[in-house]
């Protein structure tokens, strides 16, 4: 049987491409960026096999327009992208990518810690723009100490847990908030758990890392941000939807705390009329934090081993809807 696989970036790499051609015939989306709503539409008529990510909605339309669709391979590791009731419902594999990324969106934490703590984008932009007149002064650009203060981590799934490990480096006081309480965590690095409000209120800088589900969306949100130190920072690399955005920029003009470090929004890409990109104590990056050559290339190989092995009637190795395999036992 020859299968056939729609792949909706041109971007992922050769070495993941390969194995899906081992087994399939591939079609890969020509044009930069997430293929159009209706051209996504008739790709997947004919397909057995959907290689997809982030951008693209997976919902019970589009699987009605895949009427052989055997598997949805995203290439990340959140999947609130795709209706999983709907997939399951039709039989479909939904699979993603976790831990491949873990170390490099744990990097990516810290590096925005250290940047939003210490001013650095405001310093390269400082002497950048010829501002630097003194070659030394008491007070010029500070910032604030990383080392001994307190991290709050909300959400202590392999991304906090790694985030955690760094932290200690730096002698920092660590509490967490999850949902599951992690105590052989709290005893081999030392941490403590604590109620999320506590967690927010003792941080001096609170780091996200829960998934975007419907009981975390806006889960930091006005109430909560009003909880914070005034000197207190944000740091998002998970969802752009578990932040109220609004209520943040809210926070942050009204000096509720002191900045911000965002890797990811509400909306993406975020648009150029969006406040917090006009404030000197926010840091934006364009969701970068999973963004380095070994972790992107290992996101693909694992999104195209999930593939390969959906589409042979193997169980995938990070299949989200393991339900699927019940109701076909039935």
Partial sequence: MVYRVYVTSNEVPQEALEMVRSVAEVKVNPEYGTPPRDVLMKEVADIDGL??????????PLMDAGKHLKIVASMS???DHIDLDAATKRGILATHTPGVLTEAVADETLGLILAVGRRLVEGDDYVRKGRWKLKWSPMQMVGRDIYGKT???Y???????????????????????????NEEAERTLGIAYKPKEEVIRESDYLSVHVPLLPETRNSIGGKELKMMKKTAYLINTARGGIVDEQALIDALRAGTIAGAALDVFEKEPVG???PLLTMTNVIVEPHLASGSIESRTAMAVLAAQNLVAGLKGEVPPNLVNRQVLESRRR
């Fill in 51 to 60: 290689y997809c990510n982030i951008t693209e909605k997976i919902d019970a």
């Fill in 77 to 79: 590791v959140g999947f």
């Fill in 151 to 153: 991290l709050g981590i």
């Fill in 272 to 274: 150029t009329d969006n």
């Fill in 155 to 181: 959400g202590l799934g392999r991304i906090g847990i790694a985030v955690a490990k760094r932290a200690k480096g730096f002698n920092m006081k660590i509490v967490y908030y999850d949902a599951i309480r």
